[in-house]
């Protein structure tokens, strides 16, 4: 794919990559996942003028590290979740999300293991 002439040509191919992803209605968590996906496209062409299907690891890192440092926990948190579904629909999440670890993990903003996919059934 292409590289993107401009920011908006970068927002748009991060919101189709997650129209076809996200399933459900275009209301709520969909919706703000979709602006939140628009606004990380924009930030990173800014910076290094590559779109979505271009991005390295290093791209989404940097953005969560320099670019969210200012907001809130929860608000990381949301940011965090939108850059997870981003990995997702790029079919690059074992290989990426062990690198995107950080204090945005959490939505108290305290660092942990990611613990990805089901919970270890315990013996009652």
Partial sequence: MAT???QQQAA?????????????SRRGSVHAHLQRAQLIA??????WQVGPYQ???KHLRWYLV??????TPGTRYRHW??????????RTTEHWLPQLQ?????P????GKLNVGRPVKRPC
Avoid: C, F
């Avoid at 320099?66 to 907001?71: G, N, Q, R």
């Avoid at 108290?108 to 660092?111: E, H, K, M, N, P």
């Fill in 4 to 6: 993107p002439a401009n």
């Fill in 12 to 24: 748009r191919i991060a919101r189709d990559l997650l129209v076809r992803r996200l399933p459900g």
């Fill in 42 to 47: 924009e930030v990173i062409w800014r910076r």
């Fill in 55 to 57: 991005w390295q690891v």
């Fill in 66 to 71: 320099e670019k969210t440092a200012h907001l």
């Fill in 81 to 90: 979740l939108t850059v997870r579904v981003l990995v997702s629909a790029l």
């Fill in 102 to 106: 950080g204090p945005w993990l959490r």
């Fill in 108 to 111: 108290t903003g305290v660092a």
